[in-house]
């Protein structure tokens, strides 16, 4: 056998272990993946993208709410898998809610997270260090374990507070205190939910936050951290702006509801026993929404399964919104002026839902724009990244494969891969040196 031939089979192998790695993560609420055509006005998110990957958009899970894409995007399962199916949420045996809602004082009780396993458990798992910065989840005891270092959820976070977490979390990398890092900014959402998606006020948010990008990616220079860091940033879903409104009090009677949750483009509704078929007529009839029995639930929304999921779910067409009275509405219609206001939670597959994925790093290619990916894809990157074994899941590696530096790409040892090995050295055996 050759020398030549035992270095090919060796580098085969070596070439079948994951990425090894440091990562930088950012969730960056509502950023709609068309924020971002415009590159020549945002030098801070262009030169990010001309030296790494951009996909054409990244598809939401069902409903294209927060916290439901938040573990989708950490999990890489769908909705009804982790069970995190509403910002708010009800379990009828314990008569507990988790309470996302506008002042986005959720749950801590174990009961709502433990569905399945976000990936910074996992690294806590393994033995890696991950710090986290006003990510939603953070400060939860998740299957036993939290993050090594959690900055909580707070409302408000500007500009500088995203900036400073910026520093903590690239001083935190290179110093090795973290193997990974994880940064939220909600800033976008907040004035589009306010403002409405095409409002100068959106546009100057992101124009602000392209001023915080640039920043990070001085602060990057400056480490020396280009070559052995790797970034992904994503989004959790689109905005779509309202234009019409539904009161469920004008088309059925309240008191024969047990409980009603949302406010929005999807509200989920407990009738009374008695009472389910009498309200699945009346709003069944109702324009410009869809009401679903459970068990017929679209199976393309990978939802209908989850624990959580409501007796009927009513399901706003675009730009509509579902309210129970006009006074649960976080704002007075009457009261608007010219303003338009934002709202997501639709069908996933709607074109505003869709939220944005960019990354660079050593382990992504260079300026290449990539296909469109989903949530759940995003949970193989970032494992690939990180060296580590994604736990089973919903995603794709196929769909973020191309995004890929060849010489990085995942290749699981298996064992038809030892048998291949095997093969290759019984090949070489009878290879003639001449």
């Given at each position: ?32 993946y068309d ?6 006005n ?21 409903p ?31 008569d ?14 174990p009961?709502?997270?433990?569905g ?21 989840g ?5 299957l036993?374990?939290?993050?090594s ?18 520093e ?8 090795d205190?973290?193997?990974?890092a994880?940064?939220?900014y ?8 306010f ?6 006020e ?9 001023g915080?990008?640039q920043?990070?990616?001085q ?20 905005m ?36 389910v ?19 017929d ?24 919104i ?8 976080p ?23 869709r ?20 949530s759940?894809d ?21 769909r ?8 990085s790409t ?24 001449y």
């Amino acid at each position: 056998m050759t020398y030549t031939c035992i270095a090919v089979i060796l580098l085969s192998m070596l070439s079948s272990y994951n990425a090894s790695g440091k990562l930088l993560v950012f969730l960056i609420d509502g950023l709609r993946y068309d924020y971002l055509d415009n590159l020549d006005n945002l030098p801070g998110f262009r030169e990010i993208v001309e030296n790494g990957v951009k996909v054409d958009y990244m598809t939401p899970e069902f409903p294209s709410l927060s916290f439901p894409n938040y573990y989708s995007l950490m999990t890489g399962r769908y909705t009804e898998v982790h069970h995190m199916t509403a910002n708010k949420m009800w379990d009828m045996d314990s008569d507990t809610e988790f309470a996302g809602d506008q002042s986005f004082q959720y749950s801590l009780s174990p009961l709502w997270w433990n569905g399945s396993e976000p990936l910074w458990v996992t690294m806590q798992k393994l033995d890696k260090r991950v710090y986290m910065y006003y990510w939603p989840g953070c400060d939860v005891e998740i299957l036993g374990l939290r993050a090594s270092f959690c900055e909580p959820y707070k409302q408000n976070v500007n500009e500088g507070n995203l900036t400073d977490a910026m520093e903590h979390a690239l001083d935190a990398l290179n110093d090795d205190q973290a193997d990974m890092a994880a940064v939220y900014y909600e800033r976008v959402d907040a004035v589009g939910h306010f403002f409405g998606p095409q409002s100068l006020e959106t546009a100057g948010t992101v124009l602000g936050l392209d001023g915080a990008m640039q920043f990070l990616n001085q602060r990057i220079m400056a480490k020396n951290l280009s070559d052995v860091l790797n970034i992904v940033m994503f989004s959790d879903h689109g905005m779509s702006e309202i234009t019409n409104l539904i009161e469920l009090d004008k088309h059925i009677n309240l008191a024969d509801v047990i409980k009603v949750l949302e406010v929005g483009p999807v509200v989920s509704l407990w009738p009374k026993e008695e009472k389910v078929e009498e309200i699945f007529t009346a709003l069944s009839a109702v324009e410009n929404m869809t009401t679903y029995r459970r068990a017929d639930i679209p199976a393309r929304f990978h939802y209908k399964e989850g624990r959580f999921v409501s007796t009927l779910t009513l399901v706003a067409k675009p730009g509509t919104i579902i309210t129970p009275t006009i006074s649960a509405l976080p704002f007075q219609p009457n009261a608007t002026g010219d303003r338009k206001y934002g709202a997501h939670g639709y069908d996933n597959e709607l074109v505003e839902m869709r939220g944005f994925f960019v990354a660079k790093g050593p382990d992504f290619k260079s300026n290449f724009r990539a296909g469109p990916i989903r949530s759940v894809d995003a949970y193989n990157v970032m494992c690939h990244t990180l060296g580590i074994d994604p736990l089973p899941n919903n995603g794709s590696f196929d769909r973020v494969r191309a995004m890929l530096r060849e010489s990085s790409t995942a290749v699981p040892v298996t064992q038809d891969s030892c048998l291949l090995v095997l093969i290759g050295l019984f090949t070489c055996s009878h290879v003639s040196l001449y």
